[in-house]
């Protein structure tokens, strides 16, 4: 990949393709002693030119993580993070949208001379409308505008497929829709890295694996991953032809790259996570001792990197935590996640020493902060938003249904989620006609839930309940195809299996279900025995083994996605309207002002713990 696109804001960093780490290589040694960047002078007090002195510098690092295209503060549950005091009570903070985050970060940089702003992937994809209906542009913009230098890929980033994917990168017009406005898409000023993700014929990555950023002999490498589990979790169409190697593997290997280069100071930027023991923001996941505190595939990431990285930034699982976790040397080493949505970013000191070039690992202090709104906005973000708000606004302030509380989705904790339950029913009544697949049965992924549907007015609604053809986007913003297909009564129990074994025993994705579907789900037990073949009903009748059935589902599920092989084994196979329209006329249908949907009362799994 050319550099000239990112070094029209960053002249003196490095960027590395998988064909050209010989040409990159050369350009690190050819760097003059004490060049520097120019971006942020005015921020950071620090000038082109400058005389610095000193054994060790610090470095910040700004970071953050899973910001889904969300410029506008999220809505409801979405928009909050947990704050625990010293008594145990917890207080409940809003928190993000990007004009505030802007406002942190620039204030947070002042001072700091040196100062990285990275970030762990999902900065696109699964975005509200603003964002989404322009294929994320908008939220490019945005981040060009607050700086950011970095960004590994995550899954979300290939939603629209590889192609579309390297132009977000390099920019130009979208090949269907154009470019809004006329005015040619830029591209990002930041590089995205992708060196786990290769082209299955070339075995190149197909974005840069790595990234070196220097200032005033200052240089620190960064390599760039998602989860090796993506093509689990993404629609097969727009990946094909990919490959998606080991995080670990591919973090050692482009480390010793780097090493090999003189860089040996290293950030991996990982999307993939953990989950702490508690959802406060600032939980000690070091209590009682060490990354005590955080579990999931991160924990076993970290403990097998190369001693050589000296911090990790994750994402992913939209937690947020900044712990402790040995590496193989057992040595100290940082690894932190922001929470998501921009409603957090992680500030990091990262001790350099020039006489080694490498960090002292005893001297990182990292910590996660809330990016509240009691700041004031930034001017520049406000601009960019309410242009893009003014293009989206004839389709986005359309009112399609009224709800009488909040419906919660994403801020939902239990398997069963009201909002789960309302676009499962939205799904198989647009599905049961027989010209729209005859469905009998609806099954949606909880993944696919983006955001809870809010009651208190927002935006240019007049009234408490009223539910936008924006916020309906927000919450289905895939724009997934609905599928009907035959699957027999023993294949649909596979599939109540799979969501709690195989590839989904350590994190259960319980899928949501239709009215008239019910089951036992017993947590007691491991494995497929959670779910009893027994306890599963349709419409209060025992499900017939041997008996087929139709059942609806988005196409990201009956291609086999989130662990569920079984479900793409289904036959007859009818392609109907997106799952975002059925999701508004089923609203429509069933909802005015005088009479709106109340929260589904989500008793249709019954959870034995």
Known sequence: MSTTRHKKRTGRRILATAAGLATAGALVAALPAGAAEEQDAGASGWKRGEKVSGRTVDVQLLSFNDLHGNLEPPAGSSGEVSHVHADGTTEKIKAGGVEYLATHLRTARKGHPYSITAAAGDMIGASPLVSGLFHDEPTID????????????????????????????????????????????????????????????????ILDPYFVWERAGVRIGFVGVTLEGTPNIVNAEGIKGLKFGDEVETINKYTKVLEAKGVKSVVALIHEGGAPASSAYNYDCDSPGPGDGVSGPIVDIAKRLSPQVDAVVTGHTHQAYACTIADPAGKPRTVTSAASFGKLYTDTTLTYDRATKDIVRTAVASANHVVTRDVAPAPDMTRLIERWKALAAPIADRPVGHISADINGRGSTAYEKPLGDLIADAQLEGLAPADKGGAQIAFMNPGGIRADLVHAKSGSETADGVVTYGEAYTVQPFTNMMTSVDLTGAQIVTALQQQVSGSNEASPKILQVSRGFTYTLD??????????????????????????????????????????????????????????DVFVAYLTAHSSAGSPLTPPAADRITVVK
């Open 142 to 205: 945005a981040l060009n505008k607050l700086k950011l230098d970095v960004s590994s890929v995550g899954n979300h980033e290939f939603d629209e497929g590889a192609a579309e994917l390297a132009r977000i990168q390099k920019g130009g017009c979208h090949p269907t829709d154009g470019c809004a406005e006329g005015t040619t898409y830029q591209g990002a000023d930041f590089p995205y890295l992708a060196a786990n993700v290769t082209d299955e014929k070339t075995g190149k990555p």
């Open 523 to 580: 947590m007691t037990k491991t494995g497929a025995a959670r779910v009893d073949a027994s306890s599963v009903r349709l419409n209060g009748a025992p499900l017939d083994p041997a008996k087929t059935y139709r059942v609806a589902m988005n196409e990201f599920l009956s291609g086999g996605g989130d662990g569920f092989p079984v479900l793409a084994q289904g036959k007859n196979k009818l392609v109907g309207a997106s799952d975002l």
